[in-house]
């Protein structure tokens, strides 16, 4: 029989937005612009999309608890139930199982590595044309594990390497609910949106220029 590896969760992760101190936002939405240089300005080459997408990232908090569960079956369980019969129950020959507590974060946000963020201001009419790719995880982290509880039966150890695909299993187990969580995933573009359109908005306002952001579904 194969190794059961399962993640429970118990508790809903915890949502926490990287918040943008009003410091750093007032540094990155209102950088003044000589007016020498004004004519020369081109948004499609804005050198700040990096620092927006980086405080638009949201982190979520997990903790779970990871359950490694093998049972004996086929002629291995034949031998062992006549071996200790009659206290097969008793002495569960063969069986293991462990568990353990686990709490991680995941990053969720816009990977610039494998996708763009398309940004053009051709029109006269001062509109923005911006395209927004669709989040991501960014990065998982399992950073602490609690000790194991373990319950063996009669001639069962659990091995290094049982844990090592637990302890996988588990970080595994974060990036896929995170994955499947369509409104984390909204949430984390829709604050790229919100933090790029304020940026070309008072960009403008810095320039003598009216900017209305317009936003396409599709890239170019």
Request: proline letters at 4%; charged letters at 25%; one cysteine or more.
């Amino acid at each position: 029989m194969k190794p059961v590896m399962t993640v429970l969760k118990n508790n809903y992760p915890i949502i926490i937005e990287v918040l943008v101190c009003i410091a750093l936002v007032a540094g990155v939405f209102n950088i003044p612009i000589k007016k020498e240089e004004q004519k020369k300005f081109d948004v499609s080459e804005i050198s700040s999309v990096s620092e927006i997408c980086e405080l638009a990232t949201l982190r979520t908090y997990y903790h779970n608890v990871a359950v490694y569960e093998r049972k004996p079956e086929g002629a291995e369980k034949i031998i062992s139930d006549i071996l200790t019969w009659p206290f097969n129950d008793l002495l569960k020959t063969g069986y293991k199982q462990f568990w353990m507590e686990y709490s991680g974060t995941v990053d969720i946000g816009i990977d610039l590595k494998k996708d763009k963020i398309l940004i053009n201001n051709s029109d006269d009419g001062g509109i923005v044309d911006i395209y927004v790719p669709d989040a991501k995880v960014l990065n998982i982290d399992a950073d602490s594990f609690s000790d194991p509880v373990d319950e063996t039966g009669l001639l069962a150890s659990i091995s290094g390497e049982e844990r090592a695909e637990t302890y996988a299993a588990a970080q595994n187990n974060m990036r896929q609910e995170a994955e499947n969580d369509q409104a984390l995933l909204r949430r984390a573009k829709n604050n790229t949106k919100t933090l790029l359109e304020r940026y070309i908005v008072n960009l403008g306002k810095e320039m003598g220029v009216e900017y209305t952001v317009r936003w396409a579904d599709n890239p170019w």
